[in-house]
């Protein structure tokens, strides 16, 4: 066969590139926390994977509300005094100032300090840095406002432990400062007058883990329990530390586990007129089933009636018990995190902070539209990363190992959302940039388990201006003039720590179930694992082997779809949804699957399946057949049609040929994953064996030939 008509397989192009990850499965150690937990060996297992393998540490997590949590004042060494602060500035009616930042972790904190400190009758305001003018935390022009406005103690959320020059600004106009901040630390600290950052902790303690809005959730109710007012705050401020630590993507383990779990339980009968808002909006989406942040034709007038009748309030929302923290993630975190990249963080605060139903519902309406506009805004920019990436950049990935995409006028407060996705697309590190002026670009990276993005961006300093993150994430600029400096500089240190083998998207998987134990009973005992987020992940399993028997393209190129399990003679059957899939589309009639399970509430009836997060060829798939010293023929019947087939030798290879009526033959080459379809090798095109109706028809021209083979030898 010539060179250019060989088979070539089409894994990379018809399916995800990913690399499936599968936990060891310990079914002995399953078995001994059974005798505890009273949860089925595949609960027991999710215990085990994620380090809760003793009966003590899985009774604990099953029952966070049994960790036994020390008194915040004798972890954090400031606590007390900036209790002090806050109480003197309180009582002498002191003017004081927060300064928050403008994600979701940011506006959460802002408003639970400001709603707190309202309540205790302080003299507060806020002002938040601009995303597009300023960048990221508190600043000498912010510092110097305050100042000029009287205000005598500045409060820090989710931003203060790098700055040091504001602060001592500040120290300099003789303004008290109060830092709470999370993130890492500088070598150097700033000369507040009392700092809280959960990093200064022990790593042992169980505040460790906190988001900024959970610093300010401390402070807020150490303050309560010194004024005598806990009781008064201790539930609204509990809603908003769970909206804020889900949204900001906290570790949902230790502390954070136990309040989340609380704050859940709260939500969905909130005090807050904001939060309520906002699960109105989603609740309205949800029943349209049109994709986040799309309301379809409710408006504010419509919404209101619904908050005034209580009936119809409780139709609209979809688990009066417990939101989950994907309601959050996927519903809520959106609409607020797209005011703080493309709008104005002062909506999101007065949302948080009114008390007015309608200014709140009109507040929420802007989230709503503003979610709308990121969305689009993501979309479009997408598409050219993508059309830019396929044609300049692909070819040579697996010699850059990561990839840098610039352009002009894209939003860089979405920018960080695309760069997730082009990582999840391609499975490299991901660089991507707009430019803020003409001289100027600004950017946000993404990285893989195996890349440290932080440690990427020190490699290239020297050509770097101002940058910063972790090891996942980061944010940089850079000079334009030096682009393919940093171009090559982080293509030289992705080579450095990247093999070729990490070129694709991680998926772990927790355990392998099949179709049959699905169930009701076991979802039920999955939902003793939530809150899931960051560090406690949803279950993820996987399925050998499935037929998918029905498959289609619905909504924005999402793939619908039934797949099918055959065990001990029996066919089950479930139905599943692929997001975003439409290139994979159709998918091969028999493949493994992984996914995590999803409740589908509709018309009255809740079911269970399946959302797939990986599709792979099984590894007993592959057609394979062999030449018997001679060539061997038949012919069979399929669909009414009458087709011959015969396996014959082709160099080293086996070749299985199959005529129709047509007199069109079919070519496979054992092993191989395409075959060639045509009257002659000339003329024949590329097919997909593994697509209908080709898969089928081979496998009944070999069970044909099987029995020809088993008489004649």
């Not at 809760?52 to 005094?81: C, G, K, R, V, Y």
């Not at 883990?209 to 300010?216: H, I, Q, R």
């Not at 070519?667 to 090798?681: A, C, E, F, K, T």
Request: charged share 25%.
């Amino acid at each position: 066969m010539p060179d250019e008509l060989k088979p070539k397989s089409p894994r990379g192009q018809r399916l995800p590139k990913q690399r499936w990850q599968i936990y060891p499965q310990n079914p002995e150690l399953a078995q001994k926390l059974g005798m505890v937990t009273n949860m089925s060996p595949l609960i027991n297992q999710l215990l085990i994977n994620r380090g809760f393998d003793s009966p003590e540490t899985a009774q604990i997590f099953l029952h966070p509300q049994s960790l036994n949590l020390p008194e915040p004042l004798d972890e954090f060494p400031d606590l007390a005094i900036s209790v002090e602060l806050l109480q003197n500035a309180i009582s002498s009616q002191e003017k004081i100032a927060i300064c928050g930042d403008y994600d979701a972790d940011g506006m959460t904190s802002t408003a639970l300090l400001l709603r707190s400190l309202r309540a205790f009758g302080a003299d507060v305001d806020y002002a938040i840095p601009s995303r597009m003018h300023e960048g990221y935390g508190i600043n000498k022009r912010i510092i110097e406002e305050f100042h000029d406005e009287g205000v005598g103690l500045i409060l820090t959320v989710d931003n203060g432990i790098s700055a040091f020059e504001p602060i001592a600004r500040a120290k300099e106009l003789g303004l008290k400062t109060i830092i709470t901040d999370h993130h890492d630390l500088p070598q150097q600290l700033p000369p507040a007058d009392a700092i809280l950052n959960p990093k200064l902790l022990p790593t042992t303690s169980v505040y460790r883990g906190v988001a900024g809005v959970g610093v300010a959730y401390i402070l807020a109710m150490s303050l309560a329990q010194q004024l005598g007012r806990s009781e008064e705050i201790s539930d609204t401020m509990l809603e908003l530390f769970a909206l804020g630590t889900i949204a900001d993507l906290a570790p949902l383990v230790g502390v954070n586990r136990t309040w989340v779990k609380r704050g859940l339980r709260l939500l969905p009968k909130s005090k807050i007129a904001g939060i309520q808002a906002l699960i109105q909006m989603a609740g309205v989406q949800a029943l349209g089933s049109k994709g986040d942040g799309e309301m379809g034709s409710k408006g504010v007038e419509e919404v209101a009636q619904v908050f005034n009748n209580s009936n119809n309030q409780k139709s609209k929302i979809k688990n009066q018990k417990s939101l989950k923290p994907d309601d959050i993630g996927f519903r809520l975190g959106p609409r607020i995190n797209a005011i703080g990249r493309i709008g104005d963080p002062q909506i999101v605060i007065e949302l948080l902070t009114t008390d007015d139903m309608g200014i709140a519902l009109e507040r929420a309406m802007q989230c709503e539209d503003t979610n709308a506009r990121r969305r689009e805004m993501c979309e479009q920019i997408e598409k050219q990363a993508i059309e830019l990436v396929e044609t300049e950049y692909v070819a040579s990935l697996k010699d850059d190992r990561v990839l840098v995409v610039v352009q002009p006028n894209w939003h860089h407060g979405v920018i960080g959302i695309v760069a997730s996705r082009l990582v999840e697309r391609y499975g490299v590190p991901v660089f991507i940039g707009t430019n803020e002026d003409d001289k100027h670009i600004r950017g946000s990276a993404r990285g893989i388990p195996e890349f440290n993005v932080f440690e990427a961006l020190q490699y290239c300093d020297e050509s770097l201006g101002k940058y910063g993150g972790h090891k996942a994430a980061g944010g940089f600029s850079l000079p334009v003039e030096n682009l393919e400096t940093v171009r090559q500089c982080l293509s030289e240190f992705a080579n450095q720590c990247l093999e070729l083998q990490h070129l694709k998207p991680l998926l772990k998987i927790d355990a392998l179930a099949n179709i049959d134990e699905i169930d009701r009973e076991l979802y039920q005992q999955i939902s003793a694992l939530e809150p899931c987020g960051i560090d406690n992940p949803n279950p993820v399993f996987w399925t050998p082997s499935v037929k998918v028997i029905e498959q289609q393209i619905v909504g924005k190129g999402h793939i619908k779809l039934t797949v099918a399990q055959i065990i001990d003679g029996q066919q089950y059957k479930i139905k599943g949804i692929a997001w975003r899939w439409r290139d994979y589309f159709p998918l091969p009639p028999l493949v493994d699957i992984a996914y995590k399970l999803k409740e589908n509430n509709f018309n009255g009836n809740t079911n269970i399946e399946l959302e797939l997060l990986g599709v792979r060829f099984p590894n007993d798939s592959k057609i394979n057949f062999t030449y018997k010293n001679k060539p061997v023929r038949t012919t069979f019947t399929y669909g009414d049609r009458q087709y011959i087939c015969g396996i014959y030798q082709n160099g080293d290879l086996a070749e299985l040929r199959i005529k129709s009526p047509e007199e069109k033959v079919l070519v496979v080459q054992s092993g191989y994953d395409i075959g060639l379809l045509g009257v002659n090798r000339e003329e024949a095109e590329n097919v997909d064996i593994y697509q209908p109706p080709y898969y089928d028809i081979i496998q009944a021209a070999l069970k044909a030939l099987e029995s020809v083979i088993n008489h004649e030898f």
